[in-house]
């Protein structure tokens, strides 16, 4: 009798022994795949951050390129990239105060860079303009820099 209550004992045992082995597997392939997840994540929001910006700015050039439709000109501290819509409207693109913003107003309006809208949080940016071609460097907020040259066409038909 005593050697079946042991047998019995023993049984038990070894399954809660391998339910807790198992509960022990699904916990660490959990925890590992949470962590690859976060990984995956952080890389995506990093290249969201460092490539919105300048592919926002390529947006806006594209809408605006037609002949002397893209400028640079001193905006505050720094450039400005100007936009006329042909209306007699402006759109200024320009980096102040952490922000790359916008400001939509009349040509000849006299307004600073504070009254521009938030459009994206970042660390700098640098715009350049030499025969055509228009250089745009966006710094994000944790210092990562991403390039973009643009050859304006300036209503040319492609080659």
């Not at 592919?55 to 006329?84: H, M, N, S």
Request: glycine share 10%; net charge negative.
């Amino acid at each position: 009798m005593k050697k079946r209550v042991t047998q019995h004992h023993l049984d038990g045992l070894i399954a809660l022994l391998l339910f807790g082995l198992f509960a022990v597997c699904i916990l660490a392939v959990l925890l590992t795949g949470a962590k690859a997840y976060r990984r995956l994540t952080q890389r995506d929001q990093a290249a969201y951050e460092r490539r919105t910006s300048v592919q926002y700015i390529a947006t806006r050039v594209r809408q605006a390129d037609r002949l002397d439709g893209v400028t640079l000109e001193p905006f505050g501290d720094g450039l400005a990239l100007v936009l006329p819509d042909g209306e007699g409207f402006v759109t200024r693109v320009y980096w102040d105060g952490g922000y790359i913003k916008e400001l939509y107003t009349a040509i000849d309006a006299e307004l600073s860079p504070p009254d521009g809208e938030n459009i994206l949080k970042s660390g700098g940016l640098e715009l350049s303009l030499e025969d055509g071609l228009l250089t745009v460097t966006s710094t994000t907020p944790d210092g990562a820099r991403d390039t973009l040259r643009l050859s304006l066409r300036s209503g040319e038909e492609a080659a």
